[in-house]
């Protein structure tokens, strides 16, 4: 960010100095929220969660050079060389800064919001553009009101584009976040069923996801999932260019003659001669790769520079993330789940075909709400289509799962949670198998992965 005084961020953020100010303070560049990576010189938020309180630890930050920190509350002993900045809220404060951060980059700030496939859409957007342009990406899941502020902070000024990330599960948190952002480009890679306890229904998940608009300068581009008419009607309001992308042929930009393997996703621009190779997995890569294609034609990148920063394009972990351990292949795609993207990694694991068994181990789906029975009812209805060899169910929600799929009992294996799964699933496992790993992070299904891993690679 450009460096700001202490002066300034006390003004950003609406705080008051608890310390005076040192008059030989140079300005600040680096925001820092977690104690344990300070740079010398650089501004300490101590946040509070469930489970920790930063406010723990200013004097480490303090020893580890840093010169100021946002605080809630003072300590009892002042700290040597740590000047103090008071807040009634350190997040909102964290926002703020922020904020006004943002003011100063001159590259495109793109945003990306969705139910399913923000975080490997971000990746496939910085695989279009990096080949010619130079810019970031937010790190790993970085979506909320801390993540896109530890997004746009560090994004140099001169960089041509920042990429930020924006989740929600309740209403109202995607308009902060376009708020803080201001984004020249918004995405909306696709709206499902997910956190209907705060978002209510699919119809609130629509709402809730096409509020990016409202932060949106009104001269940019919004690149949108076209499939969902219901989604299009959400954002009609919008007033800059749209760009609609998807399976179907009255899109913009379609993709066709899609051909998935364990090797990657290939296909056909618009049915033309172009053909785009992405080394990752899953048909619904191909989709999310037409945001990112509209994206880097609208900043002038030129085509062939695109199809060949997509043909590099990297994924993040725990996404279709593809591993060989002892003979079995492993598709971890554990990092979240709802009905859209449980149904496509099993349409992925579907289309490829193993050397022996298709294993799928399949865990809860979180934050259904009164809904949650019949949505994992439905999926393992479609489990039961998909050519499974085996299926492995874990948790409580999960053996709906396997009540409904309709195969042969001693097909169907049930533990109550990951670590029983652990424990047992790497045993029976045979040499060819191809398994996919799927459930909602609170599950913890990358237990089974590494159990898996460990044990068969011995």
Same mark, same amino acid.
């Given at each position: 960010?450009?460096?700001?005084?202490?002066?300034?961020?006390?003004?950003?953020?609406?705080?008051?100095?608890?310390?005076?100010?040192?008059?030989?303070?140079?300005?600040?560049?680096?925001?820092?929220?977690?104690?344990?990576?300070?740079?010398?010189?650089?501004?300490?938020?101590?946040?509070?969660?469930?489970?920790?309180?930063?406010?723990?630890?200013?004097?480490?930050?303090?020893?580890?050079?840093?010169?100021?920190?946002?605080?809630?509350?003072?300590?009892?002993?002042?700290?040597?060389?740590?000047?103090?900045?008071?807040?009634?809220?350190?997040?909102?404060?964290?926002?703020?800064?922020?904020?006004?951060?943002?003011?100063?980059?001159?590259?495109?700030?793109?945003?990306?919001?969705?139910?399913?496939?923000?975080?490997?859409?971000?990746?496939?957007?910085?695989?279009?553009?990096?080949?010619?342009?130079?810019?970031?990406?937010?790190?790993?899941?970085?979506?909320?009101?801390?993540?896109?502020?530890?997004?746009?902070?560090?994004?140099?000024?001169?960089?041509?584009?920042?990429?930020?990330?924006?989740?929600?599960?309740?209403?109202?948190?995607?308009?902060?976040?376009?708020?803080?952002?201001?984004?020249?480009? #918004?995405?909306?890679?696709?709206? =499902?069923? @997910?956190?209907?306890?705060?978002?209510?229904?699919?119809? !609130? *998940?629509? +709402?809730? %996801?096409?509020?990016?608009?409202?932060?949106?300068?009104?001269?940019?581009?919004?690149?949108?999932?076209?499939?969902?008419?219901?989604?299009?009607?959400?954002?009609?309001?919008?007033?800059?260019?749209?760009?609609?992308?998807?399976?179907?042929?009255?899109?913009?930009?379609?993709?066709?003659?899609?051909?998935?393997?364990?090797?990657?996703?290939?296909?056909?621009?618009?049915?033309?001669?172009?053909?785009?190779?992405?080394?990752?997995?899953?048909?619904?890569?191909?989709?999310?790769?037409?945001?990112?294609?509209?994206?880097?034609?609208?900043?002038?990148?030129?085509?062939?520079?695109?199809?060949? #920063?997509?043909?590099?394009?990297? =994924?993040? @972990?725990?996404?279709?993330?593809?591993?060989?351990?002892? !003979? *079995?292949? +492993?598709? %971890?795609?554990?990092?979240?789940?709802?009905?859209?993207?449980?149904?496509?990694?099993?349409?992925?694991?579907?289309?490829?075909?193993?050397?022996?068994?298709?294993?799928?181990?399949?865990?809860?789906?979180?934050?259904?709400?009164?809904?949650?029975?019949?949505?994992?009812?439905?999926?393992?209805?479609?489990?039961?289509?998909?050519?499974?060899?085996?299926?492995?169910?874990?948790?409580?929600?999960?053996?709906?799962?396997?009540?409904?799929?309709?195969?042969?009992?001693?097909?169907?294996?049930?533990?109550?949670?990951?670590?029983?799964?652990?424990?047992?699933?790497?045993?029976?496992?045979?040499? #060819?198998?191809?398994?996919?790993?799927?459930?909602?992070?609170?599950?913890?299904?990358?237990?089974?992965?590494?159990?898996?891993?460990?044990?068969?690679?011995?």
């Amino acid at each position: 960010m450009k460096p700001l005084t202490l002066i300034e961020i006390r003004q950003a953020v609406g705080g008051r100095a608890l310390t005076p100010v040192p008059a030989e303070a140079k300005p600040i560049g680096v925001v820092s929220t977690d104690s344990r990576q300070i740079a010398p010189g650089s501004l300490f938020v101590a946040l509070r969660g469930d489970k920790f309180d930063g406010h723990q630890f200013l004097a480490r930050a303090a020893a580890d050079e840093a010169v100021a920190a946002i605080v809630e509350r003072a300590p009892t002993e002042l700290i040597a060389g740590l000047h103090l900045i008071g807040v009634a809220d350190s997040r909102q404060a964290l926002g703020r800064l922020a904020a006004t951060a943002r003011k100063s980059l001159r590259g495109k700030v793109i945003a990306v919001a969705g139910s399913n496939g923000k975080t490997g859409t971000k990746h496939l957007i910085h695989a279009a553009l990096s080949p010619k342009m130079r810019g970031t990406v937010s790190p790993k899941s970085f979506n909320n009101d801390v993540g896109v502020p530890l997004t746009l902070l560090p994004a140099e000024p001169s960089q041509d584009y920042v990429v930020v990330e924006m989740g929600t599960n309740h209403r109202g948190e995607i308009r902060a976040l376009t708020k803080m952002a201001l984004p020249d480009i #918004g995405v909306i890679t696709n709206c =499902g069923v @997910e956190h209907l306890a705060g978002l209510g229904d699919l119809a !609130g *998940v629509r +709402i809730e %996801n096409a509020t990016i608009t409202e932060g949106m300068n009104e001269k940019g581009l919004l690149v949108v999932n076209g499939d969902d008419q219901e989604l299009l009607a959400s954002v009609s309001s919008f007033r800059g260019r749209r760009i609609t992308f998807g399976f179907n042929p009255s899109n913009d930009l379609f993709a066709t003659d899609i051909e998935c393997g364990i090797d990657g996703v290939r296909f056909r621009l618009n049915n033309s001669r172009l053909i785009i190779n992405i080394p990752l997995l899953g048909k619904h890569t191909a989709v999310n790769a037409l945001a990112a294609i509209a994206i880097a034609r609208r900043l002038g990148v030129a085509e062939e520079a695109v199809v060949a #920063g997509l043909a590099k394009a990297t =994924g993040p @972990e725990m996404r279709l993330q593809h591993t060989e351990a002892g !003979g *079995v292949t +492993i598709i %971890n795609d554990a990092y979240n789940a709802n009905p859209n993207s449980m149904r496509a990694a099993l349409e992925t694991l579907a289309g490829l075909k193993p050397r022996t068994r298709r294993v799928a181990i399949l865990g809860d789906m979180l934050e259904l709400g009164e809904s949650s029975e019949q949505y994992h009812r439905e999926i393992g209805q479609f489990a039961g289509s998909c050519g499974l060899g085996v299926l492995a169910c874990v948790g409580e929600n999960a053996q709906h799962i396997a009540k409904a799929v309709g195969m042969s009992a001693d097909c169907v294996m049930r533990y109550p949670d990951a670590q029983a799964a652990a424990d047992d699933v790497p045993k029976w496992l045979n040499d #060819g198998d191809l398994v996919l790993l799927k459930g909602s992070r609170g599950i913890q299904l990358e237990l089974v992965a590494r159990a898996i891993g460990q044990r068969l690679s011995q």
